[in-house]
Each structure stands twice: as structure tokens, then as C-alpha cells.
């Protein structure tokens, strides 16, 4: 049946709107994997089910478009997401890009989930041909590492099924997600505590908004919490990040939040 003009054009505005949104929304998890492996399997599979469930994962096939600088693209989705799933494969170790990605989210402390597809914790190992600086191969050694010794989930593709693993592998990354959530409300919730004054009495006000804070993914919730783990040392928060108590009580009662 074809469709009125005026319906495929709101179709097209919808479209656009979406695409802008996700765009501009940052990742919620890292897929780190094997194109030539586990592309048009595991990782491609997983990412399409948590889209499904309205979170927003990073694959590269599916979240880059041309003329996108390919380092800075990636680094920047490792470093706003809260966690990563690292599917290893038999030909995993012999990509550069993989194990920087892998390193990354080491060293930017992201909750990891391993997944070893087809391949043994014990078979993954970092290969020196001779044209990886010696610190790149410190690096991928430890990360890849780290990753051996954490719980993960193993899959053979002769004799698995895909869906439970797609769906166990779900699981795993809804349930760290909350995990992160919980630690990001009580840090945050402990900073609110300290930068508001101590006659603001109304509690469960500023909870209600601290929450919206949060879960709604406040941009300059973010940049407080970012700011004030830059000086672990100072006591007085107000102090280091550069607000009055006026104007951190107002940003909390008052800036609009994101939908």
C-alpha cells in the first residue's frame, strides 16, 4: 500500500530525529571486538538486542559514518561509557585496534565483561612483530591480562546457541550498568551533600533532584563529579570547583534536565 506524501515525510522527520538524538546521546556500552571474527555474529547480534532494549552501544560498523577520525571516534565512545563487553576471538590478538580499545577501557577503569568466542583465556596472548613500540606491547599484555583474570562468559559456536548467549551476555550488562548507576548516585549524592548549604533542610527535594541528575544524564552532573576527582586531595568541594554555594544550590534546583 503506498503511503501520503505528508506521512513519508513525518516518517522522515522521525527518522532524523532519532538519528540526531542517538548520535549526540553518549554510549552506555563498548563492544570491543574482532570484525573479521564476530562482526556478523556475537557482535553484531549483541549490539542489535540492546538497542532492542533501548540502551545505546557503541559498534563501530553500526555507530561510525564516513569522515569520522577513527581513533578519536572510538577513544571518545571508550571514554563515556560505563561499560565494555570484549568479545575475544581466535584472530583477536592480531589486531592493533582491538587491543588499544581493550587497554583503553583498562586504564579508564570500565567495568568489563569477556567473552570468549571460540577461543581459551589461555590461548590469548600479545604477538611482538616487530613494528608494535615497546610500549603499546606493555600495555596490551597487561590489559589483555586483566581481562583473562576477569569473570567472563565462554561460547562455542559448534555446539552453542546463540540467543542464550545473546541473552546472558544481556544480562551481564544490564545488571553492571546498575552497578554503575549505584556508585555514580552515592558519589554524586555525597558531593551535593557537601556543596549545599547547611540550612537547606528539604532533603527529599534535593534527592528527587539529584536523581533527575543522574539517571537523566545530566551534562554538568557529569562535569562536576569529573572536576571534583581531579583533586582528591581537597576537602572543600566548593573550593575546587569554582562555584559558590549559590550558584551550586541554583544549578541543582534550577537547570533543565535533559529528556
Not at 56 to 65: A, G, N, R
Request: positive net charge; glycine residues 6%; proline residues 5%.
Amino acid at each position: 500500500m503506498n503511503r501520503s506524501p505528508a506521512k513519508n515525510v513525518g516518517r522522515l522527520i522521525l527518522d532524523y530525529r532519532s538519528r540526531t538524538q542517538t548520535v549526540n546521546r553518549p554510549c552506555d556500552v563498548f563492544i570491543n571486538h574482532r570484525g573479521v571474527d564476530t562482526k556478523r555474529s556475537v557482535a553484531g547480534l549483541l549490539y542489535n538486542h540492546l538497542t532492542r532494549l533501548r540502551l545505546h552501544p557503541f559498534l563501530d560498523s553500526k555507530s561510525m559514518k564516513p569522515g569520522d577520525k577513527l581513533f578519536e571516534k572510538i577513544d571518545s565512545a571508550i571514554r563515556n561509557c560505563k561499560v565494555g563487553v570484549a568479545v575475544f576471538s581466535p584472530h583477536y590478538c592480531e589486531s592493533y585496534f582491538c587491543l588499544h580499545e581493550l587497554a583503553l577501557i583498562m586504564e579508564t577503569k570500565r567495568k568489563v565483561i569477556p567473552i570468549f568466542c571460540d577461543v581459551k583465556p589461555s590461548e590469548l596472548r600479545v604477538m611482538d612483530y616487530g613494528i608494535c613500540p615497546a610500549k603499546d606491547l606493555q600495555r596490551f599484555s597487561w590489559a589483555l591480562e586483566e581481562a583473562k583474570h576477569t569473570v567472563g562468559l565462554t561460547f562455542d559456536s559448534l555446539t552453542g546457541d546463540w540467543s542464550d548467549l545473546v541473552a546472558t551476555a544481556s544480562d551481564s550488562v544490564i545488571r553492571n550498568l546498575i552497578e554503575v548507576e549505584e556508585e555514580q548516585r552515592y558519589r554524586l549524592w555525597k558531593m551535593v551533600e557537601l556543596l549545599l548549604p547547611p540550612e537547606m533542610e528539604d532533603r527529599c527535594c534535593v534527592s528527587e533532584m539529584f536523581s533527575l541528575c543522574l539517571y537523566q544524564r545530566n551534562k554538568k552532573g557529569r562535569e562536576l563529579v569529573r572536576e571534583k576527582e581531579k583533586q582528591p586531595g581537597e576537602r572543600e568541594g566548593v573550593a575546587v570547583l569554582g562555584f559558590g554555594k549559590r550558584e551550586v544550590r541554583f544549578f541543582f534546583l534550577n537547570s533543565p534536565f535533559e529528556q
